[in-house]
């Protein structure tokens, strides 16, 4: 479909370290200290990758409807 499609291109518009956290908190519903330690951040930082990750998403997406 047309939003799966803008979700896709939405989420190709993120950084690689953002991508990944999203990966790991959603896709594969890791917590957010389960995350840092894969990806050999602090708690803080990843917390800061997903809110950045959802905000730009949120606008990008924003602009499809």
């Given amino acids: 479909s047309l939003r799966t499609g803008a979700v896709r291109l939405a989420l190709q518009q993120l950084t690689d370290e953002q991508q990944q956290v999203l990966a790991l908190r959603f ?17 803080t930082a ?5 809110f950045r990750a959802v905000a730009a ?9």
Avoid: M
């Fill in 57 to 65: 998403l949120r606008r990008q997406l924003g602009e499809w409807q």
């Fill in 46 to 50: 990843v917390k800061q990758l997903q």
């Fill in 27 to 43: 896709e594969q519903g890791r917590s957010v200290a389960d995350t840092a330690e894969l990806l050999n951040k602090s708690v």
